[in-house]
């Protein structure tokens, strides 16, 4: 969250987010928590599923990493 503070200091005015891959649900609910307790939000987040996004992904990761984007759009996050 201290990063995004960060980027959004240097940004000048432009969106700061971040992309993820899911992996599993209590992972992106870390995040969140994190953002609720420093007050830092990011303007956006980019989920990609287990698909593969970009392809820019090391082969590992889109084959054993994430969850499929479908499953990941779904995911109810409680804090």
Sequence with gaps: MKFIEQLRELSDGKPIGFKLCVGRPE??????????????????ITVDGAEGGTGAA?????????????????IKIVI
């Design 27 to 44: 992972e992106f609910s870390s995040i969140v928590a994190a953002m609720v307790e420093q007050n830092i939000f990011p303007d956006f």
């Design 58 to 74: 090391p082969a590992e990761f889109s084959n054993s990493v994430g969850m499929p984007l479908i499953e990941g759009n779904n």
